[in-house]
């Protein structure tokens, strides 16, 4: 529809445009003779707005599906690192915190240290790492959106999705080894831990969207946020 501003036929290079059309059919006119183009049309105007949606979710996932392989890329296990890490790392706080430093909760009732250290310690990774890495998803990706048209957004949505992701996988498995050893941990509470997840999820997509617009125009940002993350980290009850 748009050749007509390429190859005028008429006498003149003036557009103008056939409101009876719609908003997609532009054809070349005499001068002076622009109309304005519609805002609002029925029919393919509303149809666009599904169309849109779809392609962005296309594009979302396959840059989280780009992500998640080369997150992995060359590792012999592959996706299962997305369980055992969370493992290896739970057995390691439960070593150092336990066994070495003695640390135990007021509550002589409580279900241990170890679970209430884990029941906020992965949430927060997946917080942590979303904002860390969706702030620099447009200097990262700075070479494919000089050569591609596609919403700078999905560059930044796909990397907090991946975070989340991986580690909400992380932290059901670490629930679930727990409840089976014992701990008092209740694999049901997951279910009541899901609304809370998603709501940080969505917490951590609008802070990824707003610190990467400022990334653009500083890059001394990510430093800062590095700091303040870590600063939160041992303000908060972790």
Do not use: C
Not at 22 to 50: F, K
Not at 78 to 106: D, H, M, S
Not at 200 to 217: D, E, I, K, S, T
């Amino acid at each position: 529809h748009y050749r007509a501003l390429l190859h005028p036929t008429g006498a003149s290079s003036t557009p103008s445009v056939d409101a009876s059309a719609g908003v997609g059919r532009i054809r070349p006119g005499r001068a002076g003779t622009v109309q304005p183009l519609p805002i609002l049309t029925a029919g393919p105007r509303t149809r666009s707005m599904p169309q849109a949606s779809q392609r962005w979710l296309h594009l979302l996932r396959h840059f989280v599906v780009r992500d998640l392989r080369q997150r992995y890329l060359g590792s012999l296990w592959g996706a299962a690192w997305a369980l055992l890490q969370p493992l290896l790392t739970l057995a390691i706080y439960a070593v150092v915190f336990v066994e070495v430093l003695k640390v135990r909760l007021p509550e002589a009732a409580g279900p241990g240290f170890v679970p209430f250290f884990a029941a906020a310690l992965w949430p927060w990774t997946a917080f942590a790492e979303a904002l860390n890495r969706g702030m620099g998803a447009i200097p990262d990706n700075a070479g494919l959106l000089g050569k591609v048209a596609l919403p700078s957004s999905v560059l930044v949505v796909a990397p907090v999705t991946t975070s989340f992701l991986v580690h909400g996988t992380g932290f059901v498995g670490v629930v679930v080894v727990l409840a089976a050893l014992g701990q008092g941990v209740a694999p049901a509470g997951l279910l009541q831990a899901a609304p809370m997840f998603a709501l940080l999820y969505l917490l951590a997509v609008r802070l990824g969207l707003l610190l990467a617009a400022l990334h653009v125009f500083g890059r001394d940002l990510a430093q800062g946020v590095a700091q303040l993350l870590s600063l939160l980290f041992f303000l908060t009850p972790i």
